[in-house]
Structures are given as structure tokens and as C-alpha cells.
């Protein structure tokens, strides 16, 4: 699988940079305490310059109006480890790292938040509220709640909080499936502690996958968009031009810590699903295909003597994992599911990610030339 973007200082702004690790930033103007903020970065290479065909007057004032309300500002205090523990900052930044704060003494940073529910229930990034012992919100009209943790899934990197009392304001979700490369979208959420604040930009891609997550049974499929976004953002929202949630806001491409170009958002979809779940269960019940795969392309296709080159190979099977009992073979190609197209790993793992445990599917392959179309009951791990 090929990647254009390698991971180097994953979560680096997210739940565990400090006063130590919140460097990068200490000469921006807007940045005002030195209170870290949560955003992860990714480095990568030759960021190409993206233009939009034709300029289009569109007015956002609706959009954040209507998003606005629903995203709110978290404070964590994260407890810093004692000795004999293991130390974030150490994971990160080597065993030479010092925490400024010492062995025991807590930090604390910010991020965003989405009010998923009229009832408190928040959605935001995992790494975002990983290892807090103490969370507090602050509204849109600067009411302040105390939070806990409802549950959290680190593969997907998504968690939901909780905060007590009703008729909060709520965004309608998006259709993240329907949304097009090109499309107007706004972040909203509080970069370096500036509440409130929104930018704009286009979709630049979707189904990405960074390798942020440390692959294996994570789930990548971001929507790329080149809508600022800086530490702070982080678990904020992307609304389409109607402000509807089409994503969560987790990531930004960056040599420096700071926005320089793409940012990366979890899909609607995929947030409902994994939200719901930790809503109704406290985590995410998450079915497996039961494969190792990769992805297709023409050399790959030229080997296996087929004449199509986007797909995802099965290389193996778990045993008695989903694919097995159905009758996949290693070796056969997946164009589809349930009539979808799949052209990718990221694609696949996002539709899988998104059905439930016991989910009957259908899986459109392609087996040495011929396509065929086979049922797959979903089963846990």
C-alpha cells in the first residue's frame, strides 16, 4: 500500500504535548499562555499547491451560524507519570526528554468537541482526552461543565465525554458517502485557544490513510481538506456549506506542528457508527472481515493476470474468521461492497468499520478474471 504521508510525531500536539513539547509554537503571535493545545501532526513531503477551476462567491455566514453553538472547548489535567511508569513524553521525543513539570506534577491542554446529543453526550478525538483525570467544557455562550469520560476507541481515535443537563444545541449529520472532492467545507473549533473559530477550504481528497493511527487494525479514511487547521482543533467539526457534521477534525499535515497546507477529518459515517457504540456499550463492538490485505495496482494485477487495477487483494484468512466461513480465497481482489465500489484498503476498512457485528454483507470480487458476488456474515475478532 502506498502512502504519501509517513507518521513522525503522531499526537505530537495532541493529548500529550506540554509546556516542554508545546515549543513549535511559542513564537505565534496568537499563542498567548503556554498552555499546550491538541492537534496531531504528520510530516510529510512536496505538499503540492491546491487551486480551485473557477472562483465562486459562496456565502459561509449560514453554515457557521448554524455549527458554531454545537462546538465546544475542552481543558484536560492529564496526570504526569511517576517513576517506574511509562511516559508518554519519553515515547515521543526519546528517553533524553525531561519533562519540565517533573515526575508526578499533571499538565493540562485543550481541544474541541462536537455536542452529538441535546443530552450532553460530546464527540471529540481520543487523543484529545487520553489519560485525563479531569475534563472541563465550555460552551459557545461560555457556560463551563464539568465532563467524563464516556468511552474511547483508539483505532479510530475517536471518544465521546459527557457533560450533565439538556437542550444543548446538536448538528444534523452530513451524508459523508455523498460528499465530492472540490466541495466547500468549514473547520470550526478553537486552534491555539481562540474559541470559536472557523476557516474555510475545499475537499481535497477522501478515503485517505496517513498511517497516523500505527496501521494494523486501525482505520484510516480521512477526508483531506486544505480548511486550516492548528493545535486546538482537534476534535472540532467540518461542516459542509448546509452546517451538517461531515466530519471530526484530527489531524494536519505539518513539518512544524502548525497547519501548512492539508488537514484530515474522520467521516460522518464512520463517526455515527463508532459513537453510537460507545454511547449504547461504553466502546466500539467492531466486526472483522477475518484478512490480511493489500492494495491493487498494475504491476500487482499484471501478476495475478487480471484486467482491472483498483481493488483490495486477500493475501490471507484468519481462521475461522467472517471471510473464511463465507469461502474467500487468498488472492481474490474486492471491488464492492453491497454495491459500492472499493478501490482501495481505506475504502474497505471504513465500510467494514461502519457495519455491525452480525451484518449480513455482500462482497463483490474479482477471482481470476470473474466476478462474483459472495455473502459475508460479520463477526467480532
Do not use: C
Not at 513531503?45 to 448554524?66: G, H, M, Q, Y
Request: hydrophobic share 40%.
Amino acid at each position: 500500500m502506498k502512502q504519501i504521508f509517513s507518521l513522525v510525531l503522531a499526537g505530537i500536539v495532541g493529548g500529550l504535548i506540554t509546556l516542554g513539547g508545546f515549543q513549535y509554537l511559542q513564537e505565534s503571535p496568537t499563542s498567548n499562555d503556554h498552555q499546550p493545545t491538541y492537534a496531531q501532526t504528520v510530516k510529510n513531503v512536496n505538499i503540492p499547491a491546491l487551486t480551485t477551476k473557477n472562483s465562486v462567491s459562496v456565502d459561509f455566514r449560514d453554515a457557521a451560524a448554524k455549527s458554531m453553538p454545537a462546538v465546544v472547548h475542552i481543558s484536560s489535567i492529564i496526570e504526569q507519570p511517576t517513576s517506574g511508569e511509562s511516559d508518554p513524553f519519553r515515547f515521543f521525543f526519546g528517553d533524553g526528554f525531561q519533562s519540565p513539570f517533573g515526575d508526578g506534577m499533571p499538565r493540562g491542554g485543550t481541544g474541541s468537541g462536537v455536542i452529538y446529543t441535546e443530552d450532553g453526550y460530546i464527540i471529540t478525538n481520543n487523543h484529545v482526552v487520553a489519560g485525563a483525570t479531569e475534563l472541563e467544557v465550555t460552551l459557545y455562550d461560555n457556560r463551563t461543565f464539568k465532563a467524563k469520560v464516556v468511552g474511547t476507541d483508539e483505532k479510530s481515535d475517536l471518544a465521546v465525554i459527557k457533560i450533565e443537563g439538556y437542550g444543548f444545541p446538536t448538528l444534523e449529520l452530513a451524508d459523508s458517502d455523498d460528499a465530492e472532492i472540490g466541495e466547500w467545507v468549514l473547520a470550526v473549533g478553537n486552534p491555539f485557544d481562540l474559541t470559536s473559530t472557523v476557516t474555510a477550504g475545499i475537499i481535497s481528497a477522501k478515503g485517505r490513510n496517513i498511517n497516523l493511527l500505527g496501521g494494523g487494525k486501525a482505520i484510516e479514511s480521512f477526508i483531506q481538506t486544505d480548511a486550516a487547521v492548528n493545535p486546538g482543533n482537534s476534535g472540532g467539526a467540518l461542516v459542509d456549506i448546509e452546517g451538517k457534521l461531515l466530519g471530526i477534525n484530527t489531524a494536519i499535515a505539518s513539518r512544524t506542528g502548525s497547519f501548512a497546507g492539508y488537514s484530515f477529518a474522520i467521516p460522518a459515517g464512520l463517526v455515527k457508527r463508532v459513537v453510537s457504540d460507545i454511547i449504547q456499550f461504553g466502546d466500539y463492538q467492531r466486526p472483522f472481515l477475518g484478512v490480511t490485505i493489500s492494495e491493487l495496482d498494475g504491476s500487482y494485477a499484471q501478476e495475478l493476470g487480471i484486467d482491472i487495477t483498483q481493488g483490495v487483494v486477500i493475501e490471507n484468512l484468519v481462521e475461522g474468521g467472517s471471510a473464511e466461513q463465507a469461502g474467500l480465497q487468498p488472492k481474490d481482489v474486492i471491488v464492492g461492497i453491497d454495491g459500492n465500489e472499493v478501490k482501495s484498503v481505506p475504502e474497505l476498512q471504513e465500510r467494514i468499520g461502519r457495519a455491525q457485528v452480525g451484518d449480513l454483507i455482500t462482497l463483490n470480487i474479482n477471482r481470476s478474471g470473474r466476478d462474483r458476488a459472495i455473502s459475508v456474515e460479520l463477526r467480532s475478532e
